[in-house]
């Protein structure tokens, strides 16, 4: 009998250099003085990979997330959302942003090009969950209910440059409440409440969904004897 196995490691890494090649298209267009769609190639490419990859009971889309009262967020680049709870509801027809109910919300991904915009991002971040809270607030003000949304994970995601140093300084003056997950693609570099990878290696034990957002954040570093010092 043939023994088959998956790549695990090769796999992810070819998922993480099509993100970087995406970035570098992205640093080509901001190059050409075209800042305003710079970052469109590493979005496309992040809502592509993982609107492929999740089960289509979650949709992937860019846009904004609501309330009964009809109120908005700030604009987010990438939403996970549950298909069985979101409606379409444009303003008008043939717009690229999806308007979404924040109930139906799982994740909010703030993606940046550069590391020179991770402050921006983390304050995107900041604002996104302040308003899904509000939300969620006014809701339950507005009509008791037992249905309990619960609460999104925020994710920010870098492409290009960075080191763990710099991060270390911006994440410590960033405003809060803190995303759940800082990730800078390039350097292998990932934030999150855990210190050390060694507890979440283990798919068991991988429960990235239960962090929760606010921090405080700390680098996941790969347990001693790894074949890869990448956090890719």
Not at 210 to 225: A, D, I, K, R, T
């Amino acid at each position: 009998m043939t023994i088959r196995s998956l790549d695990i490691g090769v796999q992810f890494s070819r998922h993480a250099d099509a993100l970087l090649k995406s970035a570098a298209e992205g640093k080509a267009t901001h190059a050409s003085g075209n800042i305003a769609e710079s970052g469109k190639p590493l979005e496309d490419q992040f809502r592509l990979l993982f609107g492929e990859a999740l089960p289509k009971t979650i949709g992937v889309f860019q846009g904004y997330f609501f309330d009964a009262n009809m109120s908005l967020s700030n604009q987010i680049d990438v939403l996970f959302c549950e298909m069985a709870e979101t409606l379409y509801l444009p303003p008008s027809a043939g717009l690229g942003q999806r308007y979404v109910p924040y109930s139906s919300v799982r994740a909010i991904v703030q993606v940046k090009n550069s590391f020179r915009d991770l402050d921006k991002a983390l304050a995107q971040s900041a604002d996104a969950i302040s308003y899904w809270r509000a939300m969620k607030q006014a809701d339950s003000d507005f009509s008791s209910t037992d249905a309990v949304a619960a609460e999104p994970i925020s994710i920010v995601v870098i492409g290009l440059d960075g080191s763990e140093g710099e991060a270390r300084k911006i994440l410590k003056k960033a405003p809060i409440p803190l995303p759940a997950y800082v990730f800078l693609i390039e350097k292998g570099l990932l934030y999150g409440k855990d210190s050390s990878l060694r507890h979440v290696t283990d798919c068991k034990a991988a429960e990235f969904s239960q962090q929760g957002n606010g921090g405080p954040l700390s680098l996941f570093e790969m347990p001693p004897g790894s074949s890869s010092t990448s956090g890719r």
